[in-house]
C-alpha cells in the first residue's frame, strides 16, 4: 500500500486565544469561527495522517515542529 505525503501549512493561522475556547472532545471550539479545533500537538504524523484521510476542512492546533515538512507514516 502506498503512503500518502501530507504536508501541513498553516498560512493564515487563527489569531483567537486557545485558553479562551470552550473544551471539546478533540480540542476546543472556537466561537468566533465556529469551527472544532483539533488539537494534534501530541499526535504522532501516522495520525494526524490518518484523520486527514477521513475529514475534509480540518482545523487544527499543531507544534511548529509538525508544520511544513511532509508527515512520515512508518510502514508496517
Known sequence: MKHPKIKVSIPEPCHEDWNKMNST???KFC???TKEVIDFTSE???TIV???Q?????CGR???SQL???L???RK
Open 25 to 27: 472532545q478533540k480540542g
Open 31 to 33: 466561537g468566533v469561527c
Open 44 to 46: 504522532s504524523d501516522e
Open 50 to 52: 490518518k484523520h486527514f
Open 54 to 58: 477521513k475529514n475534509d476542512n480540518v
Open 62 to 64: 499543531f507544534h511548529t
Open 68 to 70: 511544513d515538512r511532509k
Open 72 to 74: 512520515i507514516v512508518d
